[in-house]
């Protein structure tokens, strides 16, 4: 299957610095890029839907300035954790797709814990 | 408002024996269902799919059964294998395919 490479797959920040987590689809143009987070036995909940060239979707209860999503190539989405807390601390997924009907491929994840 | 559970976190099988792996959901808008496997330190991989349309798909030792009266799906893995070992997630999507609904997982351990 396609290759979908995410980094840092693990972080540590002090609280309220910022982090950015990088999604990178290697082998092919993802024209939709989808951030999900889980917390500990949970499952992984969409966070926003963010489109090549467009603002990012956001669902609800998920905070749009604090969770900064930018997908300025059809290769890399980046999402920002802004003024980072303990509660944020969580495990960020990513998926991404060519095209709006086809499977979409995960990233790695990364463990972000902030203390 | 979790709209897809899994209810056991994990499940033990005896290799080559069946899995059998449960997934409820509560919503009556999704129309597609999907299952992934995911192994530590990597992201989940797509492993089986169902549209709403059906009530079982199989593809090689994998079968999803869907069952729409009871909003409930499970997957069968037979015979199970060492290298199933993995945790399985069930997820669902209204209209866009990619825009999913996770279950919490279950951890399937094989024993040899």
């Known amino acids: 299957g396609a290759v979908v490479s995410q980094h840092p797959s693990r972080v540590i920040c002090k609280s309220g610095t910022s982090v950015k987590i990088e999604c990178r689809s290697l082998?092919?143009?993802?024209?939709?890029m989808f951030w999900y987070r889980q917390f500990p036995k949970q499952s992984l909940m969409l966070m926003a839907t963010s489109n090549e060239g467009s603002k990012a979707t956001y669902e609800q209860g998920v905070e749009k300035d604090k969770f900064l999503i930018n997908h300025a190539s059809l290769t890399l989405s980046t999402l920002t954790v802004t003024s980072a807390h303990p509660e944020d601390s969580s495990f960020y997924i990513c998926?991404?797709?060519?095209?709006?009907?086809?499977?979409?491929?995960f990233g790695q994840g990364t463990r972000l814990t902030v203390v | 408002d979790q709209q897809v559970k899994q209810n056991s976190p994990s499940l033990s099988v005896q290799e080559g024996r069946i899995s059998i792996l449960n997934c409820d959901y509560t919503n009556s808008m999704f129309d597609y269902f999907l299952w992934y496997k995911k192994y530590p330190a990597e992201g989940p991989t797509f492993l089986i799919s169902?549209?709403?349309?059906?009530d079982k798909n199989e593809d090689g030792r994998f079968t999803v059964f869907l069952n729409k009266s009871a909003k409930h799906l499970s997957l069968h893995i037979v015979p199970s294998q060492p290298g199933d070992s993995a945790v399985y997630f069930c997820a669902a999507s209204s209209g866009a395919i990619n825009k999913l609904s996770f279950g919490a997982g279950t951890t399937v351990t094989v024993r040899a």
């Open positions: 998926s991404a797709t060519a095209t709006p009907n086809t499977e979409a491929f």
């Open positions: 082998d092919f143009q993802a024209t939709t």
């Open positions: 169902i549209s709403s349309i059906k």
